[in-house]
Structure formats: C-alpha cells, structure tokens
C-alpha cells in the first residue's frame, strides 16, 4: 500500500511562489509515474502535472505551463510541484498522485492510482 503526504501549501500574493511537496512510502517509488492535481471549490479534480521515472518525461496542464515545474527525488521517494507566477485561479487543493504502471502522459483522475490528501493553496490578489 503507497501512502502519500503533501505539504508546503499556504497563503501566497498573486505573482509569488510556493513549493509542493509529495512524500511517498511503501511500494517502489522509482517505478512510479507521479502526478499532481488539484481541486477548486465547486470544480472538478484537475490534472496538473505529472513526471515519470526517466529524464523528460514531464507533462503540463496548458494553464500551467511555462509557470509550474515538476521534479523528484527517487532516493528521498519525494516529489516535488514549483509553482512560480501564481494566480488567484491556481486557488485549490492540491493533490499527488501515483500512476503505478509508470504512465506519465496519464492525465485523468481515474488512471492514478493511490492519493494524498492534499494541501490547500490560496492565492491572493
């Protein structure tokens, strides 16, 4: 059983930034895909980025790109979610996720497979 805890969420003025993190345990974090999503009051799960386990395979939400990056760190089973020029529509909890076949293009809810419980981000303007 993988079990994921994100932190580093908080309050932040429009244009500033936040670093998410993503600690996993159990399973082989290595192996994994990763994805981080989110959730606005009264919208729908969202995907938002997602790494695979080789170098470039990193993939983008449009309204994200050029603003978030994506990382991790095998040894320490973390990943990570820089979110940089931040917006008062980034407002949302944010989710990690696990795609245990390694399927880093997988980009709705239903194909990840363990979630944390999220963090929340709220953006000022």
């Known amino acids: 059983q993988v079990q994921l805890v994100e932190s580093g969420g908080g309050l932040v003025q429009a244009g500033g930034s936040l670093r998410l993190s993503c600690a996993a345990s159990?399973?082989?974090?290595?192996?994994?895909?990763m994805g981080w999503f989110r959730q606005a009051p009264g919208k729908d799960r969202e995907f938002v980025a997602a790494?695979?386990?080789?170098?470039?395979?990193?993939r983008f939400a449009d309204s994200v790109k050029g603003r978030f990056t994506i990382s991790r760190d095998n040894p320490k089973n973390t990943v990570y979610l820089q979110m940089n020029s931040l917006k008062p529509e980034d407002t949302a909890v944010y989710y990690c996720?696990?795609?245990?076949?390694?399927?880093?293009?997988?980009?709705?809810?239903?194909?990840?497979?363990?979630w944390g419980r999220g963090t929340q981000v709220t953006v000022s303007s």
């Open positions: 159990g399973g082989t974090f290595s192996t994994y895909a």
């Open positions: 996720a696990v795609q245990s076949t390694g399927r880093w293009r997988a980009t709705g809810v239903t194909q990840y497979d363990y």
């Open positions: 790494i695979g386990w080789g170098a470039g395979t990193t």
